[in-house]
């Protein structure tokens, strides 16, 4: 059965280019379908976290009389920063190094309307008695010197196979529109290439990130004023 590369993903070529041709076929097998075996594990708690919250935004919806959540991504880290990150930590690159050291290769962002439905919702979240919070990060209460704002939650599930239950880490996000709106822009203006992010520059995105926070907080305390109001 002869072997074509450009059927293989970027990690998956790196590990096969490292053996020699007379060991290939065999090592394809020990390598490449566990890592997809891997990613599919890593997809299907994804399914789970976004279940979970979309069941806590129909429950909440009733009590808050609005969806708390406007909006839920989900994205699988990519074989190239899988790769990046593996060697970076200069570990080996196997499949039992991905779940071992990397926490984000699944990732679910929740998006919401206001920050302290974020807090909010993650308390819910971490309620429940299969999740197990593994870190926080609050850049919400603590946002990092360029302006970023966020809750960050690695947390690790179970998922149920057909024939076993599996422990699979998740890493969580949490922002508001505006969080999230400033997020994506920045990302696009920062790793533009042949761009030098300049002082200046560096300056006016924290202060839009400032501008986007302060809008955040007199926009809840809007919606705060109407339910006082119809309560």
């Known amino acids: 059965m002869e072997f074509h590369r450009n059927e ?27 890592y997809r075996e891997l990613m599919a594990f890593y ?12 069941v806590l935004n129909e429950e909440l919806s009733l009590q808050y ?6 909006a839920i991504k989900t994205r699988l880290k990519s074989p190239e920063s899988i790769l990046n990150k593996l060697t970076a930590r200069q570990v ?9 050291h990397l926490n984000d290769v699944a990732g679910v962002r ?13 308390e819910a ?4 008695d299969d999740v197990t919070l593994i870190k926080r990060k609050d850049y919400i209460a603590n946002p990092k010197e360029n302006g970023y704002r966020s809750l960050h939650l690695i947390v690790q599930i179970p998922i149920f196979l057909h024939d076993q239950k ?61 339910d006082h109001t119809v309560s």
């Not at 590990?15 to 566990?34: E, F, N, T």
């Not at 997809?43 to 979309?54: H, I, L, S, Y």
């Not at 929740?110 to 993650?122: F, G, K, Q, R, T």
């Open 92 to 100: 080996p690159l196997t499949v039992e190094s991905i779940e071992e």
């Open 65 to 70: 009389d609005r969806n708390p959540i406007e």
């Open 166 to 226: 599996r422990l699979m880490k998740v890493e969580v996000q949490f922002r508001t529109i505006s969080m999230d709106w400033w997020a994506s822009l920045e990302h696009k203006i920062r790793y533009k290439k042949d761009v030098i992010i300049s002082p200046e520059i560096e300056k006016e995105l924290k202060e839009c990130a400032e501008m986007g926070d302060a809008l955040d907080r007199r926009m809840e305390a809007v919606q705060k004023q109407v």
């Open 8 to 34: 293989l993903n970027p990690l998956e070529q790196n590990l096969i280019s490292r053996l020699s041709q007379g060991s290939m076929k065999g090592r394809l097998q020990q390598v490449a379908l566990p």
């Open 110 to 122: 929740v998006i919401c309307s206001y920050p302290s439905d974020i807090y909010m919702l993650a």
């Open 125 to 128: 979240f971490l309620k429940q």
């Open 43 to 54: 997809r299907c708690a994804m399914m789970t976290v976004e279940t979970k919250f979309n």
